[in-house]
């Protein structure tokens, strides 16, 4: 049994739909306009991936251009969705859990704008471009996370998407979360990763009371 006082989001996948968004980045690197009912059927894959099945080489250069509109394009970011029930969830855990943010975008101001917009809890926010492989730099995002929210390691949460979260998570000896729904990951690479992993945000709050010993 142990006792929270912390939970740190990652923000894309996690909580938020960038689907919208991968898939412009796609279409503006590559100059082509994916079908929707195509895209319907891929949208949660990795850009190799999707960029195999729709009938390209997906070497080096084709993925770093891709990212680089998915990560760098800000005015694609207006494209984003909360994902169900996300909005409501961070608010309830917000009453009981000090919240913080630490994400792949970046700049933190397009952080703060997604989470302003659709009104999840503010709390502090550290962003850093994170392209494909690049997850450990989480490391030290997490480290000077723990500073700002004043708690430590073992009073902490963190919730991902990526097994590169979960590593992250356990270098600086944390608890970590993974949520499949928007994962580009198979799930049991993820289960082979995180701690625990849960289908869905709305999920979440079940298992901190199953892990604080509580009942909900």
Known sequence: ???????IFDINSTICDNTKRKRKAIELAMN?????????????????YIIKMLGFEPNSEIIKNVEKHFLE???????DRPVKNAV??????????????????PKEQ??????????????????????????MKKVEMFKE?????????????????????ALASKAVSM????????STVDVNIMRNNFDYVIEKVSDLPKLLANLEGYDL
């Open 1 to 7: 049994m142990r006792k929270f006082k912390t939970i």
């Open 32 to 48: 082509i306009t994916i079908p929707d009912e195509f895209y319907s059927r891929i949208k949660k894959r990795d850009f190799p």
């Open 73 to 79: 394009g800000e005015a694609l970011y207006i494209l």
């Open 88 to 105: 409501e969830i961070l608010n309830a855990l917000a009453s009981t859990y000090k919240i913080g943010y630490v994400t792949g975008r």
């Open 110 to 135: 397009l952080a703060l704008d997604f989470l302003k917009r659709y009104k999840f809890p503010l709390g502090p926010v550290i962003a850093k471009r994170i392209s494909s492989g690049e997850g």
């Open 145 to 165: 996370m723990f500073k700002r929210l004043d708690t430590t390691p073992s009073e902490t949460v963190s919730v991902g998407d990526m097994p590169e979260d």
């Open 175 to 182: 608890l970590s979360v993974g949520i499949a729904e928007f």
